[in-house]
């Protein structure tokens, strides 16, 4: 992605805000309230199903980018 112009750790964030969102309504800090997780990595604590649903953002997002090649 840092050829798409996102260098920055808060732009990722962002991202995964957004892909998070699409599929359960929350953003990643509030999955993780609603999992009761404080410290842990929210994929350690996840079910398959919502594993996959979370590389399914991911992979519909790259796709996207090398399509519409978005910048920033």
């Known amino acids: ?3 798409g112009g996102i260098s920055e750790d808060y732009e ?6 957004e ?9 990643a800090n509030e ?3 609603y999992k009761g997780i404080r410290k842990e990595y929210l994929r350690n604590n996840m079910s398959n199903i919502e594993v996959l649903l ?3 953002g991911e992979t519909a997002t790259r796709e ?3 399509e519409h090649r978005p910048y920033g």
Do not use: P, Q, V
């Open 1 to 3: 992605m840092r050829d």
């Open 12 to 17: 990722y964030g962002i991202l995964t805000n």
């Open 19 to 27: 892909i998070y969102k699409e599929w359960s309504g929350m953003k």
């Open 31 to 33: 999955y993780k309230t």
């Open 54 to 56: 979370t590389d399914l």
């Open 64 to 66: 996207l980018a090398k």
